[in-house]
């Protein structure tokens, strides 16, 4: 069993570092909330008083913070996390953010010896929890075989999208898809419910219908229709909307660098924007908010 360091531990950090623990790592953890701390020393890990004591000794060092600003904060510059970490140790990190920024961490990672593979997830608290996320990596090949055995045990299904970067690319894809058809899904049930449908009555219909995606399924942004999902809790826990708009504008950063077209993804991030004025903390899935009259 191995010595690892786990940075982050958040909505997904949290239940991941606790994956590895279950599965016999040893796993010293760092953030900067002493809520998040606690549970995570109360679940077996070692509380470390400092990013740069979690890692001592650490084969490997996962993060899971919020935005590109937060990776590049912990791991670069002077007091940065790289001018702690061993050379040789094989660095995973799972946020979703900006793939020149993740770049930009992993050259300064090579050039110190530190091996670094972008490992950004997707699957939600509840794959988090269950240990089923999808890791999507970008990397040396070789790199994401002596990630295997810890991804593994936080994650069903591992996809390497390519090089270093590449990961993220492929997670924001599939998230700009998520932001509209979240959006799309709230859009339709608020027109059923509006002229008289039941909403979990429409879901039902809908979900075995052409209209069926992982929003309605298994996320369903309607209060009630389903149980253990953050509508049915106040919209609380989840995937904030403020890092659903941050993915948004990742789409748009990376649509403007490619010369691409994205006119369904900017009305997502638009929606996203006006919706974060009032509700950002809540769960992404609260934007049925927007189109409620009731
Ligand atoms: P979160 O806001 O719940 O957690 C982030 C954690 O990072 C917090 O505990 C915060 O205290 C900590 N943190 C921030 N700066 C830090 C620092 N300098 N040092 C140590 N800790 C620091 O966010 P989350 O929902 O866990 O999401 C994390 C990442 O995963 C984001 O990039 C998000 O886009 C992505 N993601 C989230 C979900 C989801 O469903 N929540 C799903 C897939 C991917």
Request: net charge negative; proline share 4%.
């Amino acid at each position: 069993m191995a010595q690892l360091a786990f940075i982050g531990l958040g909505n997904m950090g949290g239940p991941m570092a606790l994956n590895l623990l279950k599965a016999g790592h040893q796993v010293r953890v760092f953030d900067l909330s002493a809520a998040a701390l606690d549970a995570a020393r109360a679940a077996g890990a070692i509380v470390a008083a400092s990013p740069a004591a979690a890692v001592e000794g650490a084969e490997a060092v996962v993060s899971m913070l919020p935005a590109s600003k937060h990776v590049e904060g912990v791991y670069l510059g002077d007091q940065g996390l790289l001018a702690s970490i061993a050379p040789g140790t094989l660095v995973i990190d799972c946020s979703t953010i900006a793939p020149a920024s993740s770049r930009k961490v992993a050259d300064a990672a090579k050039a110190r010896g530190i091996d670094f593979i972008d490992a950004p997830v997707s699957g939600g608290t509840a794959g988090a929890a269950a240990g089923t996320l999808t890791f999507i990596v970008g990397g040396a090949a070789d790199l994401l075989e002596r990630a295997r055995p810890y991804l593994s045990v936080m994650g069903k299904n591992i996809f390497h999208a390519g090089g270093n970067g590449a990961g993220q690319v492929a997670k924001i894809c599939n998230n700009m898809l998520l932001g509209i058809h979240m959006a799309g899904s709230a859009e339709a049930l608020a027109l059923g419910v509006a002229n008289g449908l039941d909403p979990k009555v429409l879901s039902d219909i809908m979900v075995k219908s052409s209209g069926r995606n992982w929003s309605l399924e298994l996320y369903n942004p309607w209060p009630g229709v389903m149980d253990n999902v953050p509508a049915s809790r106040g919209y609380t826990g989840g995937f904030g909307s403020a890092l659903m708009l941050k993915d948004l504008g990742l789409a748009a950063e990376a649509a403007t660098a490619a010369g691409s077209a994205i006119p369904l993804g900017e009305l997502a991030r638009n929606l996203y924007q006006l919706h974060c004025q009032d509700e950002g903390g809540l769960d992404f899935s609260s934007i049925v908010n927007l189109y409620r009259k009731d």
